[in-house]
């Protein structure tokens, strides 16, 4: 995507600056609409399935096979909106999961409905799901020229999207005190559709055109630079899983209950948008790449030390000082790969590094279920802790070729010299 005109750049950008980029504001303000409903529709079908097969084991499938379809074909939406341009792609897109949305609804409303139907309804609900989030990076590209106003644009989205998902439940919560969990799914398809129309219509998108060669799809041989944000974001995503599971079974075996697992894994959100507001405020003489492959060595060494915790306190500071190291590593591998993409394949590249997240987050769920049991929780964490700071060292691994189109310019050559 391109867009004509540009946002004049503030000598020192803030948080504020970002939203006062002309129709920032509101465009960012619609999109968190449309991506409120992320944070609200995976604990709204969960307990939606539960409720109508009553079985858990339904209920994690069901969710499976919505969370596999959402998550492995993003980068193939997100192709759809490079190829035809947000308004072109993403209105459809929302149409067809929000009234997949209301199906699923009715179909979980009452008990009873086999569990070979709600799967059926849920795969092609997931596979619509519009990319939000990486088109409004995208979209923050396109408006921000600035690097440190678009670090701090991509650092804002981050903390922003990461209080969506913890908020969700909450108001999934409240949707239960007066009605069956179906409801709360009816509310998701609400605000995928109030919040995508909101985010398409906005003045911001009217100059976004599809640039030529859109049609081409993302190859990492045409951007061997985005290998590094997507190993990172991947081995992110499967040790921040592996945390909420051994949180739990470190509650369990020393006896502390289930009721301060919320509050330690509350300390992982916290620690993270700490980490992201003041990474986001600093500017950095460092370049990317390090940046991202210190953090992630930094959210592996505190992983290490949660390892060493000898109660929930101690517990608790350490998956903060994870936490901590969890934005800046995010939102730096997304400017890497907003960096080394062009702009036919700018959202496809967001969507990648989002696609590695959850892959990641999907296959440290099942390998830290077979740990557990079988090895102490302590030496899970280190393992945890040595898989993301080995993503970070894979990060900083020369790459003898790549390229990147600076916008207005011709492909250079961005491979790191000796």
């Known amino acids: 995507m391109s867009a004509p005109s540009r946002t004049p750049?503030?000598?020192?950008?803030?948080?504020?600056?970002?939203?006062?980029?002309?129709?920032?504001?509101r465009t960012f303000t619609a999109a968190l609409v449309g991506r409120f409903s992320y944070g609200t529709v995976s604990p709204a079908v969960l307990l939606a399935v539960v409720h109508s097969t009553g079985s858990y084991a339904a209920a994690g499938t069901v969710m499976a096979v919505f969370g596999a379809t959402a998550v492995l074909l993003m980068p193939l939406r997100a192709a759809l909106v490079d190829r035809h341009g947000p308004r072109?792609?993403?209105?459809?897109?929302?149409?067809?999961?929000?009234?997949?949305?209301c199906v699923l609804a009715v179909v979980t409303w009452r008990p009873g409905t086999p569990e070979v139907v709600l799967g059926t309804v849920a795969a092609p609900t997931g596979m619509c799901a519009p990319p939000l989030g990486p088109t409004m990076?995208?979209?923050?590209?396109?408006?921000?020229?600035?690097?440190?106003?678009?670090?701090?644009?991509?650092?804002?989205?981050?903390?922003?999207?990461?209080?969506l998902y913890v908020i969700g439940p909450l108001v999934v919560g409240a949707v239960l005190a007066f009605a069956p969990p179906a409801?709360?799914?009816l509310l998701s398809a609400v605000l995928i559709g109030v919040g995508t129309l909101a985010f398409v219509t906005s003045p911001a998108l009217a100059g976004v055109r599809v640039p030529a060669g859109a049609g081409r799809g993302l190859k990492l041989s045409r951007v061997r630079g985005l290998l590094g944000p997507v190993v990172v974001a991947a081995g992110m995503g499967l040790a921040l899983s592996a945390v909420y599971l051994l949180v739990m079974a470190f509650a369990e075996q020393?006896?502390?209950?289930d009721g301060v697992v919320p509050w330690v894994l509350a300390a992982v959100s916290a620690g993270s948008a700490v980490g992201g507001l003041l990474n986001g405020a600093v500017d950095w003489r460092r370049a990317a790449r390090v940046r991202l492959a210190l953090?992630?060595?930094?959210?592996?060494?505190?992983?290490?030390?949660?390892?060493?915790?000898?109660?929930?306190?101690?517990?608790?500071?350490?998956?903060?000082?994870a936490g901590f190291f969890v934005a800046p590593a995010l939102t730096t591998a997304y400017l890497l790969a907003d960096e080394v993409a062009a702009p036919e394949v700018r959202t496809q590249a967001g969507a990648w590094v989002n696609t590695a997240v959850n892959a990641g987050s999907s296959g440290g769920s099942v390998v830290t279920g077979l740990l557990i049991g079988r090895v102490p929780v302590g030496v899970c964490f280190v393992i945890a802790g040595v898989v993301a700071g080995?993503?970070?060292?894979?990060?900083?691994?020369?790459?003898?070729?790549?390229?990147?189109?600076p916008r207005g310019g011709a492909a250079i050559d961005t491979a790191p010299r000796p």
């Open 254 to 257: 020393r006896g502390y209950g």
């Open 9 to 25: 750049t503030p000598a020192y950008p803030s948080y504020a600056a970002v939203l006062q980029v002309p129709y920032a504001r």
């Open 390 to 405: 080995a993503a970070g060292v894979v990060s900083c691994l020369p790459v003898r070729c790549g390229w990147s189109r």
């Open 183 to 185: 409801a709360a799914i």
């Open 137 to 163: 990076r995208s979209v923050w590209a396109e408006i921000v020229r600035d690097r440190g106003l678009l670090q701090r644009a991509y650092t804002l989205d981050g903390v922003a999207e990461e209080l």
């Open 295 to 321: 953090s992630a060595l930094g959210l592996g060494l505190a992983l290490a030390a949660a390892g060493l915790a000898a109660g929930v306190w101690s517990l608790t500071v350490a998956v903060a000082c």
């Open 88 to 101: 072109r792609a993403l209105l459809p897109m929302a149409l067809l999961h929000g009234t997949l949305l």
